[in-house]
């Protein structure tokens, strides 16, 4: 079963930056189309970007241009790079396949606020 492990949420200030890391274990991660999702407190949980395994990549409306989805394949990670960070992107942050598989990691938390 492919484990997910996603890091390096915390809190921040508006207009800062925090960057994600979802480590994936197995040997097929490299052949994978990996997303990051994000749940915030009363929402249903969405899709925030992707990357395919060629590494063509895509990103919501709500923070394209602000958020960069990347990985590295040597390590079996994907990253999400947030920058200018909005009260609004405050929400648990969760990396899965894409489609998703039929569970979840244990995501990280990033908050946003002053």
């Known amino acids: 079963q492919v484990q997910l492990v996603e890091s390096g949420g915390g809190l921040v200030q508006p207009g800062g930056s925090l960057r994600l890391s979802c480590a994936v274990s197995?040997?097929?991660?490299?052949?994978?189309?990996m997303g990051w999702y994000r749940q915030a407190p009363g929402k249903q949980r969405e899709w925030v970007a992707s990357i395919t395994d060629s590494g063509r990549t895509n990103h919501a409306d709500s923070v394209k241009g602000r958020f960069a989805i990347s990985r590295d394949n040597a390590k079996n990670t994907v990253y999400l790079q947030m920058n200018s960070l909005k009260p609004d992107d405050t929400a648990v942050y969760y990396c899965n396949v894409v489609p998703t598989l039929g569970y979840w990691g244990q995501g990280t938390q990033v908050t946003v606020s002053s």
């Open positions: 197995g040997s097929r991660f490299s052949r994978y189309t």
